[in-house]
């Protein structure tokens, strides 16, 4: 890739690196690429999902006790990856829209 | 702390407001409960609310919402009245029923049903705002 294509996306990175900074480094360099940002934040996204499936599986089997905890954990789980799936949009649009670039 | 706090608030207040609908509903479950008089009568239920200090990491000065500090419990005297058909009068056909004002917990119940309402409200605007302005500028 030429240096034009990484100018755009080194806004994305900027922005990644500041997210990526609280997990742990796995891989030196590549521990704030937007890749680790993406997997990071699903780990997130799975948390919340993990929790919203215990409470789907307590209120199956009647062990639920507040019906609205069920109903937002759900909520924020859906809202959740619904904001990972837009960043991803963005990003891949960005690179598209690079990518299509006349040279 | 989580990306929507407003959810975990707002869900505080459910979770309260259930609470206190379980206590007037045993409130008015008990209402006709009558004890011998060397007993204690039923003792009326209520809530203690309780602020919530801010979750860490949510904006400074918000709260987090509200918990139930404690259940507290009303006269154990209860109402004292003659009775002399009922079994469990005394030789002197007393026996004693609760202290529940009815009236009183009919109200309590339509106010803590319209804060559940209310805050329901709240986590679906919540989520409607959240879901705007993850469709800022979207292709979609």
Known sequence: MSAATTAPVSGVQQAGATAAAAPADQAGDASDSFGNVVVNALQGVQDTQNTANNLAVQAATGNLTDVHNYTIAATEASLQTELTVAVRDRAVDAFNQIMAMQV | ?140
């Open chain 2, 1 to 140: 702390m989580t990306i929507f706090p407003a959810f975990d608030i707002a869900g505080s207040a459910l979770t309260t407001d259930q609470t206190w609908m379980d206590a007037i509903s045993d409130n008015l479950a008990n209402v006709n409960t009558v004890k011998p008089f060397d007993q204690p009568a039923f003792q009326e239920r209520f809530i203690e609310a309780q602020a919530l200090p801010s979750n860490p990491g949510d904006p400074v000065g918000v709260g987090g919402g509200v918990e139930v500090a404690s259940i507290q419990y009303g006269d154990s005297t209860g109402v004292v009245h003659s009775d002399p058909g009922n079994p469990m009068a005394n030789s002197q056909g007393l026996i004693r029923s609760p202290d529940v004002d009815m009236a009183q917990n009919m109200t309590d119940l339509i106010i803590a049903q319209r804060s559940y309402e209310l805050n329901l409200s709240v986590v679906q605007s919540a989520s409607q705002s959240y879901q705007q302005a993850i469709q800022i500028n979207g292709k979609s």
